[in-house]
């Protein structure tokens, strides 16, 4: 919204008016484009942040090995949410001309949306239909549309353990160190971990070439 500063100024007998606009960054919203995996046919939105792009989208591709779920093993939610891969199969899993993103580009993405404590809010669709109240500082300005899709925590070798929905996302980067990039309903700010890469699942955002 515009401000605007009103000054009266008295000449004689009448009353002169200056007013003085100062304009306020305007908001643009994202604009995205689509791109089409070849290999399954799956057309994903992606947008650009900064000098970036990313899919605004979880990856849904269902490779031919490797380990991944369904969370709560219900395949009616891939179409929104994606899935959860392992490390081992998230690296590879991208399509040609896309990478799971480092460390380093997951950092240039957060400092382009104003630092790690602002960065989430502007990461997170808005508003609590598919994220917990209060999901706060959600605005989704960068047009990244992250989702509250939880994660798979449990052993790979034991009975399947799901928990976050609605409240937390996990992200993998592609390095072992400092490996998961996460969003929370209660913060607006977007927090990096470092986990047991075999008691983990997490989503996937593929990052162009």
């Given at each position: ?123 997170k669709t808005e508003g609590t239909i598919y994220w917990n109240s209060p999901n706060t500082d959600a605005t989704n300005s960068s047009g990244f549309s992250a989702l509250p899709c939880g994660s798979y925590t449990g052993s790979y070798l034991e009975n399947d353990e799901f928990d976050g929905w609605g409240n937390l996302t996990y992200f993998w980067s592609s390095e072992e160190q400092l490996n998961i ?29």
């Open positions: 919204m515009n401000k605007k500063l009103i000054l009266i100024l008295l000449t004689g007998s009448l009353f002169s008016s200056i007013i003085f606009t100062n304009c306020e960054e305007e908001i643009i919203p994202p604009e995205y484009e689509t791109y089409t995996d070849n290999r399954d046919r799956e057309i994903y939105d992606y947008v650009k942040i900064g000098n970036q792009y990313w899919m605004s989208e979880n990856l849904r591709f269902k490779p031919d090995s490797g380990k991944y779920w369904a969370y709560n093993n219900n395949e009616t939610d891939i179409i929104l949410y994606g899935y959860l891969y392992s490390w081992e199969t998230a690296i590879n899993v991208c399509p040609t001309g896309w990478h799971l993103p480092s460390n380093a580009e997951w950092t240039e993405l957060s400092d382009f949306l104003g630092g790690s404590v602002a960065a989430g809010g502007k990461m990039w996460w969003l929370s309903a209660h913060y607006g700010y977007l927090g990096s971990s470092m986990v047991n890469m075999h008691h983990q699942s997490a989503s996937v955002r593929c990052i162009k070439d």
